[in-house]
């Protein structure tokens, strides 16, 4: 059993910064693949960005790739996101999911366990 939290969110304006945390429990997070996904009010949870166990391979959306950086601290048991040049489309509730894989990182219905997630709001 992983618990995850996320912390992190908050409401910036348009071209601002904030870092997502995500922590987990439990002895096997190295064992895990990380994932980000957002939803947004009326939409589907969609992909943000992954990393695999190791941390050696990394994913992202395409609308966030030069803005958002993802990262692991396996002796923290946490994984990162560390989001630059925010854009109200960018609001959304992210979640950070872990899979006990290292490929389908890109579907959220591959995932194994979930956060609560959090609120991030961009104002333009």
């Known amino acids: 059993q992983v618990q995850l939290v996320e912390s992190g969110g908050g409401l910036v304006q348009a071209g601002g910064s904030l870092r997502l945390s995500c922590a987990a429990s439990?002895?096997?997070?190295?064992?895990?693949?990380m994932g980000w996904f957002r939803q947004a009010p009326g939409k589907e949870r969609e992909f943000v960005s992954a990393?695999?166990?190791?941390?050696?391979?990394?994913y992202y959306k395409d609308s966030v790739k030069g803005r958002f950086t993802i990262s692991r601290d396996n002796a923290k048991n946490t994984v990162y996101l560390q989001m630059n040049s925010l854009k109200p489309e960018d609001t959304a509730v992210y979640y950070c999911?872990?899979?006990?894989?290292?490929?389908?990182?890109?579907?959220?219905?591959?995932?194994?366990?979930w956060g609560q997630g959090t609120q991030v709001t961009v104002s333009s």
């Open positions: 990393i695999n166990s190791s941390g050696r391979n990394i």
């Open positions: 439990g002895r096997t997070f190295s064992s895990y693949a």
């Open positions: 999911g872990a899979r006990s894989a290292d490929y389908g990182l890109a579907s959220w219905y591959q995932y194994d366990y």
